[in-house]
């Protein structure tokens, strides 16, 4: 295999050759020139200046060769640019670098090959000028010099080309920036003739550049300025080099602005180079800034809050009352003599040097940049919370916000911390994290990854902390686009196509949400923002940017939403306006916050007072009023609180701070101070205040009505409530520093493990307990268990809630006791009935069967004996069927009977065959008697015993049965009538009653039990029976059953 | 849940409801018929006279025997349906006096020994004297009847404690073997076929039943060389059960 050679400096030299921007350049003739020369000179047909970057040789200029290019690969120039001298390739079939190659095994048949390496100033060699023929020979030493001399022109041309590409850029570059200064620079002839004027006069000054070109300078220059200019000018023939001077000069619209110039003379030329820059601005500028410092501190004095002012290097400016009063220093102590570092703690600082370093990309050292680089770079207040330092040592919570101080022009000219003392917040902050362990999560630090992304390739590559957001290994960048596709949800897929889609379309950021369930159904919420990354050419070719894991944000979020919002009103920052009050006058002045917080327009300060006193709220006016002037000490600040009232009916609450100010005499002629919108204070305050009772009011709720403990996290008792003690039967004294094993402890381990388990791992237990009390008793409780967890998640102590359940326990027990008799009993039951029937029947039997073999060994008997024997075996059958009967009638509901799907006509007409006699009865039985799921075999038992009553107490020759069905809307109702005796009215409740018939025994063999059976069957299948019927016009059992649900 | 408990016990109530109707309707309902068959026996050993071929005689007699326990087991189930119901009065009972009472009412020979003890504070109480006098008697009974020895002796003990009198009626008779002994508290239940001893095997049905509802207990143990211990925990003050 043949390895294509490389020069050592090949990374630097593919750099040199594209700072001659020469590539894929037209043809230029200086170049074909000297290839014709090189053709001619060695007499081959083909010479080309061939140039290499990284992938291709490229020609700049070739005689007999039709293509521009081959691959680097293939290239004979490859092995040129490897020496200092030509390279010189005799027969090409007979080298083995080259006898395969393409270009010489077909077009272009290269058989010989010399070239010389084209070396440029720094050594690099950058292709090569060399010669080729169709046919095997050899250059002599003069072609060869020639060839290289030939290559040595080649690279003056380029390196021509390059100066003259580099003094172009500097010309344009120079040109912009005379275009885009600020400042006014024109060239003056010796004339004194605008020359040239750049874009700035004609912003600054009004003037077209035509106007100016060509008109002498000094027509515009003040005419009370004119001879101290010309005396300036002067001074350059004089042999001044440069000379600086101010005058006023006119502008189109008539005005005149300050102009401050520098001016040098061109020693060639005469000409004259100007600089002008407008002083106007500036001047106002610096009256402007003492007259702002000035109010400033006149306002900010009469404040509660601290306010510092430095300059850019952040010695101390400014430095108010409230700063005074807050920290123990005086304005002389620190004013111009140190910064605010003696009042931060250096901790903090250099933590948040971190955090700017991280958050803006680039150092920022742990000094004053530290409090003001936001506000410099960003141009926004910085508003964070700092510790202050007081001169005693102590320190002091406080929301500090920066803004740089500008003057007119825009430009930073220092810096203002106002800072408030946000100690009681911070309290009513941390009540809150007692409470409501929220906050612990909404101050945990966002996790972020960075990502780039190659959308020809798909080639995806990930930061460390974005693998480890998305907790897989890391991946090889042609697999991860893949793996992170698959982690996401089919919907999210869509959303990120179609992001994917819009970004590449209109080259905008890009910004995606989503969230991500890992395989222990943790879910994450991600946010993912990235910018597109172009080519030369302008075409999107990627995509980079970060990830953020916010899913505590979102969390936290959701859950601050959801449950309070008063750390964000309690944070927001406080309003301040100001106010100055003549007390001759009545006239009222106000600062533009003070209107904004009273949202009024601006009025005169004689009608403001009024209006005023008609924005307070009505019963807080007597506050104002109470205020009296005589006994305000003149050194004392007065403090009040009142509520106003807005156009659209809301209120707002209003802390106003005032001073009584003095004329030169020593009186009192007015008052002035600050108010401040503490609405939000207040209202956050009141939330406070009430969320604190709400908690009050669920705790001793609780306390009523549970039972409550709380354990640390060894099971020692801090806290027991009375219920506690009144179910345990122990003082307060004896559990609290005791192990809860002491109600506890009568626990199986198995048990008690489980709940520690679960509890220590932060979960919530619940589930029933029996506890031991002080009296050897025990008492169930159904008991909650709530860890409580530290910022590492880990219990620190547990709340165990519970209600007392020992009475529905003891139930419960009685019950399965009761239950268990029950079963007892109900099989005694069964059992006695079973053997008293058995053992009764079995004389009975013995009877029978005496009295049939008595009969049978008398053929003479006697008559009225063999009567009396029958009558004998009567009363045994009779007796039987009765004990029977009872039987069956004690076993009907003790015995659970399967239900079974059952074709009830099929079973009235096998219960009809085998009790109606054949003849004297005719049976109808309704042909919509249904199939129903029911216990067979006592329907079996019913339907006889009323069949058979039928045939029983039939007195007519022809007797009729009929069996009907009908369905209604809950139960299934079945008839059976027939065309008997009846029933009368009186009997039709009595019937049912066991041994209970109509008509004496001896009449009817009967054992009265079998409607009592019926009865009982229907009953316990929670249906009804009754009859219908009148005396001598048969009888109807109308009975229904309730249909399967 | 308490409604669960009611409900049990309501029906748990309805149960016993329905043991005793279903041993009051046995016992009177079919009492009718009982009477019938007893009269009409009678009716025929009249009219059949004496002059009859024996073997007619013998069978004759076999079915009167037959009417005969048919009727004792009716009036056991009768005695039994009326437990709760008769012979309630409270009155004062002297126990040596209750005993020698019972003893003096067995149907026995002379070769039956009766060895008592009292070890008593107080040898007077008021309980249902009636109940108790029935299953003293009713259990010395069974060891006189049931004995198998030549000499029989029985021995009777009454010791008390603060709730109860224990009363221990012990024999050295033949005892009830091992697998038999859960059985002989139940109805019409005989040790021997009733053919053997003419017995209804309603006595230990009805002492226990009588135990159980003044609230005391009556076991059953074997005795240390065979025989049998009947030992009756008889309450002294009378909780009626319903």
Redesign the interface.
């Known amino acids: 295999m043949k390895i294509n050679p490389k020069p050592e400096n090949e990374f630097d030299r593919l750099k040199a050759l594209e700072g001659y921007s020469i590539m894929d350049t037209l043809p230029e003739k200086e170049y074909d020139a000297i290839t014709q020369l090189a053709s001619y000179i060695c007499g081959t047909p083909i010479a080309l200046v061939s140039l290499l970057d990284k992938d291709r040789q490229w020609f700049k200029s070739s005689v007999g060769l039709g293509a521009t290019e081959t691959p680097r690969e293939i290239s004979f120039c490859q092995y040129s640019i490897m020496g200092e001298e030509v390279y010189e390739v005799t027969n090409a079939l007979e080298n083995t670098l080259f006898a395969d190659n393409p270009l010489v095994t077909g077009n272009p048949d290269i058989r010989f090959y010399a070239g010389a390496p084209l070396k440029d100033s720094d050594g690099f060699n950058l292709g090569s000028l060399c010669v080729i023929d169709t046919v095997p020979r050899a250059l002599d030493v003069n072609q060869k010099n020639a060839l290289q001399l030939l290559a040595n022109q080649v690279v003056l041309l380029l390196q021509l080309r390059k100066n003259n590409e580099d003094l172009h850029t500097t010309q344009k570059e120079f040109q912009n920036f005379i275009d885009l200064s600020k400042d006014l620079v024109c060239i003056a002839n010796v004339n004194g003739m605008f020359h040239k004027v750049n874009p700035a006069f004609t912003r600054v000054l009004g003037y077209s550049k035509a106007e100016l070109e060509g008109t002498p300078f000094v027509n515009f220059v003040h005419p009370d300025d004119l001879a101290a200019t010309y005396h300036e000018v002067e001074k350059l023939a004089k042999g001044e080099l440069t000379i600086s001077f101010e005058n006023r000069y006119r502008c189109k619209n008539g005005t005149y602005i300050l102009l401050s110039w520098n001016t040098s003379p061109d020693p060639v030329t005469g000409n004259l180079y100007c600089i002008a820059r407008d002083m106007t601005l500036e001047n106002d500028q610096k009256e402007a800034l003492v007259k702002t410092s000035s109010e400033l501190s006149a306002i900010l004095n009469s404040t509660e809050f601290s306010v510092i002012a430095t300059d850019l290097e952040g010695t101390i400016k400014e430095f108010n009352d409230g700063a005074e009063k807050m920290l123990g220093y005086t304005a002389a102590d620190v004013v111009g003599k140190t910064s605010p570092a003696i009042i931060h703690v250096l901790d903090e600082v250099i933590k948040r040097a971190e955090e700017l370093t991280f958050e803006l990309g680039e150092e920022v050292e742990p000094g004053f940049d530290v409090f003001v680089v936001k506000a410099r770079k960003l141009g926004i207040a910085d508003s964070r919370q700092w510790t202050y330092v007081r001169k005693d040592g102590s320190t002091l919570p406080i929301q500090l916000s920066i803004t740089a101080i500008k003057n007119s022009l825009d430009e930073i000219t220092g810096y203002l911390g106002v800072a408030k003392d946000i100690t009681k917040e911070k309290e009513a902050e941390l009540n809150l994290i007692n409470s409501n362990k929220l906050l612990d999560e909404s101050q945990s630090i966002a996790k972020t990854g960075s990502w780039k992304f190659d959308l020809i390739t798909k080639d995806l590559i990930w930061s460390k902390g974005h693998y480890r957001i998305f907790e897989i290994d890391e991946l090889p960048p042609d697999t991860l686009y893949e793996a992170y596709r698959n982690m996401l949800k089919p919907q999210d897929l869509l959303l990120l196509d179609k992001e994917i889609e819009k970004s590449v379309a209109t080259g905008q950021d890009f910004e995606f949400f989503n969230r991500i369930e890992f395989p222990d159904k943790r879910v994450k919420y991600i946010l993912t923002l990235g910018k597109v990354i172009k080519n030369e050419a302008g075409e999107i070719i990627g995509a980079q940017g970060s990830i953020q894991d916010i899913t505590e944000k979102t969390l936290v979020e959701q859950s601050l939403i959801n449950s309070n919002k008063l750390l964000d009103e309690s944070q927001s920052i406080a309003k301040i306006g100001s106010w100055k009050f003549d007390l001759a006058t009545n006239d009222l002045v106000w600062s533009k916050a003070h209107y904004s917080i009273f949202e009024l327009e601006e009025l005169s300060s004689d009608k403001l007072f009024v209006a005023y006193r008609e924005r307070i709220f009505p019963d807080d006016l007597k506050i104002l009023d109470n205020l009296n002037l005589d006994k305000l000490n003149i050194d004392e600040d007065f403090k009040i609180s009142y509520r106003i009232v807005l156009p659209d009916n809301s209120i707002k609450h209003i802390l106003e701070i005032g001073k009584p100010f003095k004329n030169d005499k020593g009186q009192m002629i007015g008052l002035q101070g600050s108010i401040m919108d503490v609405t939000e204070k207040t209202l956050a305050e009141q939330k406070i205040a009430e969320k604190a009772k709400e908690i009050n009011d669920i705790r001793s709720a609780l306390d009523e009505s549970s039972i409550v403990s709380i354990s640390d996290k060894n099971g020692i008792f801090s806290f027991v409530n009375d219920n506690f003690c009144t179910i345990s039967k122990y003082t307060k004294e004896e559990l609290v520093g005791k192990d809860q094993r002491i109600i506890s402890g009568s626990l199986s381990s198995d048990f008690t493990s489980t709940i520690y388990r679960t509890i220590t791992n932060g979960n919530i237990w619940k589930g029933e307990i029996r506890n031991l009390a002080k009296d050897g008793t025990y008492y169930w409780e159904k008991t909650t268990i709530v860890p409580f967890l530290d910022e590492k998640g880990r219990s620190y102590q547990y709340i165990a809630i519970s209600a007392d359940i020992t009475d ?1 326990k003891r ?2 027990e ?2 399965k006791v ?2 268990l ?2 079963g007892k ?2 099989k ?2 069964d ?3 079973y ?3 058995h ?2 029947k079995a ?2 039997r ?2 029978n069967n ?2 049939e ?2 009969v049978e ?2 053929p003479d008997m ?1 008559k ?2 063999s009567a ?2 029958d ?2 075996r009567g ?2 059958l ?2 039987e069927n ?2 029977n009967g ?1 039987l069956e009638y ?1 076993r009907i509901g ?1 015995t659970k009977i399967e239900k079974q799907d059952t074709d009830l006509k099929k079973m009235l007409y096998q219960i009809v065959d085998s009790i109606v006699p054949t003849e004297g009865f005719e049976i109808y039985i309704a042909e919509n008697i249904p199939k129903i799921k029911i216990a067979s075999i006592l329907f079996q038992q019913l339907f006889s015993n009323l069949i058979s009553n039928s045939v029983k107490y039939n007195d007519k020759p022809i007797g009729k049965i009929e069996c009907f069905y009908e369905s209604l809307p809950h139960f299934h109702q079945f008839t059976i009538k027939d065309n008997g005796p009846g029933i009368a009215e009186e009997y039709h409740k009595k019937v049912f009653k ?2 209970q018939t109509i008509e004496a025994r001896d009449k009817k063999e009967s054992t009265g039990i079998g409607l009592s059976i019926v009865q009982k069957i229907i009953e316990e299948a929670e249906g009804t029976i009754r009859i219908v019927s009148e005396k001598d016009e048969g009888a109807s059992f109308i009975f229904t059953i309730p249909k399967e649900a | 849940m308490e409604e669960s408990v009611k409900s049990c016990q309501e029906e748990l109530s309805a149960l016993k409801k329905e043991y005793e109707d279903f041993v009051y309707i046995v016992s009177h309902d079919i009492k009718t018929p009982m009477r019938a068959i007893s009269n009409i026996t009678t009716w025929i050993e009249d009219d059949l006279g004496s002059d009859v071929n024996p073997d007619i005689l013998n069978n004759f007699a076999l079915l009167k025997n037959r009417v005969g326990r048919l009727e004792k087991m009716l009036n056991a189930l009768l005695e039994l349906s009326r437990i709760n119901r008769t012979e309630m009065e409270l009155y004062e009972v002297n126990f040596p006096k209750l005993v020698e009472e019972c003893i003096a009412s067995l149907d026995y020979e002379q070769n039956v020994k009766f060895q008592v003890e009292y070890h008593l504070d107080n040898e007077s109480c008021t309980t249902v004297g009636k109940k108790l006098n029935k299953v003293i008697f009713n259990i010395l009974d069974n060891a006189v009847r049931f004995h198998d020895k030549e000499i029989k002796n029985i021995y009777v003990d009454v010791s008390e404690n603060e709730s109860e009198y224990e009363i221990k009626i012990s024999d050295d008779g033949p005892g009830i073997a091992e697998e038999l002994k859960d059985k002989i508290f139940a109805i019409f239940y005989t040790v021997n076929s009733k053919d053997v001893f003419d017995s209804t095997g309603a006595g230990l049905t009805i002492s226990s039943k009588i135990v159980e509802y003044v609230g005391g207990k009556i076991q059953y143990t074997p005795g240390r060389d065979k025989g049998s211990i009947f030992q009756i925990n008889w309450p002294k003050i009378i909780s009626l059960k319903n």
């Open positions: 529905q139930a419960e009685n019950l009761a239950l008799n029950l009993t109900n005694e039951l059992q006695f009935a053997i008293v029937s053992d009764l004389p009975l013995a009877i005496l009295s073999w008595i060994d008398m006697p009225e004996v009396n024997f009558l004998l009363r045994v009779r007796m009765l004990i009872v004690s003790r066991v041994f």
